[in-house]
Structure formats: structure tokens, C-alpha cells
Nanobody
Framework: EVQLVESGGGLVQAGGSLRLSCAVSGFTFDEYAIGWFRQAPGKEREGVACFTTSGYSYYADSVKFRFTISSDNVKNTVYLLMNSLKPEDTAVYYC????????????????WGQGTQVTVSS
């Protein structure tokens, strides 16, 4: 059974950092791409970053050079390190697994975690 469990969200001041974790089970990183998405109230879910099966990373322009996606194959965990956080980064963050053909499209991802709240205060 494929499972993804996020953790690490919380409340942080603008300019601060958080590291989100996505613990996965039921598959390996060479089977599915792992994407991080976020959804703010009243907005559509958007792709933030993606780690493909071939080892490439993609980032949304709004988080490029601030966020870093990485993986630990031993722990079966994908991380999203978020630096220089801004109030507009406030959202529920989800990790998801899929074929990665359209890295920022939620429809291209089949399996989802429950989400973790990130709130950035100004």
C-alpha cells in the first residue's frame, strides 16, 4: 500500500526556515516522482517542487533559490527545506507521488499525503 505522511509544518516568522518531511512507504523513489504542492485558502493547489525518478529537481519560480527538495533513500523520506519564508508561503503543504510527466500538475500525481500547515507571520 502506498502511503505518504508529511510532518514539520508550523508557525514561523517571515524570514525564518522550516523543513518539511514526507515519509513514504509502499514504493521506491525510482518508481514514482515525488512532488510538493501547496494550497492556500481560496486558491488552487499549486506545484512547489518535484524530485523525479531520474534525479532531476524542479521548482516553481516563486520558491526558486529559497526552497530545496532532497531525499534520503535509507529513510525513505523526501524533504522540503524552506528558507527566507514569506507570508505568501502560508498554505497547507502536501507531498504526492506520481509519474512526474507534468511535475506541477496535481492531476499527474496519484497518491497524496494528508498535508501539513505552514503559517508565516509578518
Amino acid at each position: 500500500e502506498v502511503q505518504l505522511v508529511e510532518s514539520g509544518g508550523g508557525l514561523v516568522q517571515a524570514g525564518g526556515s522550516l523543513r518539511l518531511s514526507c515519509a513514504v512507504s509502499g514504493f521506491t523513489f525510482d518508481e514514482y516522482a515525488i512532488g510538493w504542492f501547496r494550497q492556500a485558502p481560496g486558491k488552487e493547489r499549486e506545484g512547489v517542487a518535484c524530485f523525479t525518478t531520474s534525479g532531476y529537481s524542479y521548482y516553481a519560480d516563486s520558491v526558486k533559490f529559497r526552497f530545496t527538495i532532497s531525499s534520503d533513500n535509507v529513510k525513505n523520506t523526501v524533504y522540503l527545506l524552506m528558507n527566507s519564508l514569506k507570508p505568501e508561503d502560508t498554505a497547507v503543504y502536501y507531498c504526492a507521488a506520481g509519474d512526474g510527466s507534468r511535475w506541477s500538475d496535481p492531476v499527474a500525481f496519484d497518491y497524496w499525503g494528508q498535508g501539513t500547515q505552514v503559517t508565516v507571520s509578518s
